[in-house]
């Protein structure tokens, strides 16, 4: 990790390559009136809509859309089988593996032709207050348990031990992306409203903490990361379904499910902040994660440390 001082700002960032857009964009976050002491840039901090992805960002009163980003509760799930790789040589059964994943599984723009049970979505939510997730209506059960395109995967993986693993890389869909541009829309409204000191160019807009329009956007997020989630862990379902059928005996240890597109309360030298987590996952002790590699190279399951802390506070002391 190497910490750079922008606009006063201490920018923790640990990669040694920036491209020259996301720099940019970094030091348009240094200028936000409500930063909250520093930002964190991780290893594949790439640029993004207003704020890079790789990158974390702590409010005082505030909360931002864009610094969220538009696949609201994108993130990874990971879950390890009991059998093992070597033990599935009969590439008839790997065929037959793959092709019911992609029956079960739509990809890309495709959702499903029936709905999906109501039972597998989020629960503990005020839907009344929800108004672009109920406007979505019954839609939301043909995208649930679908994969996405771009970026989002499905992947079957192998440990160093020769396990079977799966892999998921996606998000909340078309639900969470249009409450993210509904959202930052409405913001830009306001903050014209408001004579904001953020310039518009940025594509930083805000909604302030206490105002109707800030509680709004809070639940609609909280439900798309959650939506996310569900999403993801009904794919992990069929898969197991479609593993089982194809592997008799087939055993599965719990599923690990993290996002990396959200904002949340939390607190932080002793206040309360808003952080947003913009392809970047917490790391907190205890804290199970997943690092996807690229295409055929290795991923890595992550667990918060005592060592990451202390990494972070040898870098607040060389400040």
């Not at 040694?16 to 002491?37: C, D, G, K």
């Not at 990158?55 to 969220?68: D, M, S, T, Y």
């Not at 953020?198 to 807009?205: M, N, R, S, T």
Request: charged share 25%; aromatic share 6%; glycine share 10%.
């Amino acid at each position: 990790m190497n910490v750079q001082m922008i606009n006063g700002v201490p920018v923790k960032i640990w990669t040694q390559e920036v491209e020259e857009s996301a720099m940019r964009q970094i030091a348009n976050l240094t200028t936000l009136p409500f930063l909250y002491r520093h930002l964190a840039m991780m290893p594949d901090v790439h640029t993004g809509m207003g704020m890079p992805i790789g990158g974390v960002l702590a409010c005082r009163g505030a909360v931002i859309p864009n610094a969220v980003g538009v696949d609201i509760g994108c993130g990874m799930c990971a879950m390890k089988s009991s059998w093992r790789v070597s033990e599935i040589d009969d590439e008839v059964l790997r065929k037959q593996i793959m092709r019911g994943i992609r029956q079960r599984i739509p990809v890309g723009m495709a959702h499903h032709e029936e709905k999906q049970d109501p039972k597998y979505l989020p629960t503990g939510h005020d839907m009344d207050r929800l108004t672009i997730v109920r406007q979505r209506g019954e839609a939301v059960l043909r995208e649930l348990g679908t994969l996405g395109g771009g970026n989002h995967f499905i992947e079957l993986q192998r440990d160093e031990e020769d396990f079977l693993w799966v892999m998921i890389h996606s998000g909340s869909r078309n639900l969470g992306a249009r409450v993210a541009a509904y959202y930052n829309d409405l913001a830009v409204k306001l903050n014209a409203q408001w004579h904001s000191s953020v310039a518009p160019e940025l594509k930083l807009a805000f909604l302030a903490e206490g105002t109707r329009e800030f509680g709004a956007y809070w639940r609609e997020m909280k439900y798309c990361v959650d939506f996310a989630h569900s999403n993801r862990r009904l794919m992990m379902l069929r898969i197991q379904e479609v593993l089982a059928e194809a592997l008799p005996g087939i055993e599965f240890e719990p599923i690990i499910n993290i996002a990396h597109n959200y904002a949340d309360k939390e607190r932080h030298y002793g206040e309360e902040v808003y952080v947003h987590r913009k392809g970047a996952t917490l790391a907190s002790l205890g804290t199970i994660g997943n690092i996807p590699g690229s295409m055929g190279t290795s991923s890595y399951i992550v667990e918060g440390s005592l060592l990451a802390r202390d990494e972070v506070l040898r870098g607040l002391r060389a400040q």
